[in-house]
């Protein structure tokens, strides 16, 4: 009995240090001209539409952004640039541990102006093979058949009636 009390102890303080953890997800993505040019120096605005704040990242030589460490949630992504129209989409939904990419083409004209895309296509998940799905806790609760015992407490498999 006391071996039982003391891994279930070492399993309960081992596993505490998960509680703390975030599963960070990103957005990334490349910005170019109507000709297909990457444009750099181009001015990212990420806002979390939970929390109303926002990262600001600039494209690199590249063209490239990348913005890290986002929680779950439903975010807005405006990107402008000196001499193109500002480009904004709503809506973009960033699910746990997802690597979106999402790219801009942005069209020539004033950065007063601007394009807005608020029903996205869904986000393609280009920066790793790994797959995952969101799951409601009721299945969680309910999807499971109860397990049996054997005498001595090991669990070894589910009750058939």
Do not use: W
């Amino acid at each position: 009995m006391r071996f039982f009390i003391q891994a279930l102890l070492t399993l309960v303080v081992s596993a505490l240090p998960l509680l703390a953890q975030t599963f960070p997800g990103r957005i990334l993505g490349t910005v170019t001209d109507p000709a297909g040019a990457v444009i750099p120096a181009a001015t990212v605005r990420v806002t979390s539409l939970g929390t109303n704040r926002p990262v600001v990242v600039q494209t690199n030589e590249m063209g490239n952004y990348a913005v890290s460490n986002l929680e779950r949630g439903e975010y807005q992504i405006e990107v402008t640039a000196l001499g193109f129209k500002k480009s904004i989409r709503r809506g973009m939904v960033l699910e746990l541990q997802q690597h979106a990419k999402v790219d801009f083409t942005l069209e020539v004209g004033e950065v007063s102006q601007s394009l807005e895309v608020v029903a996205a296509a869904p986000l393609l998940e280009t920066a790793d093979s790994t797959l995952g799905k969101v799951v409601d806790n009721q299945l969680l609760q309910v999807g499971f058949p109860p397990l049996r015992s054997e005498p001595g407490g090991r669990a070894c498999g589910p009750v058939h009636d």
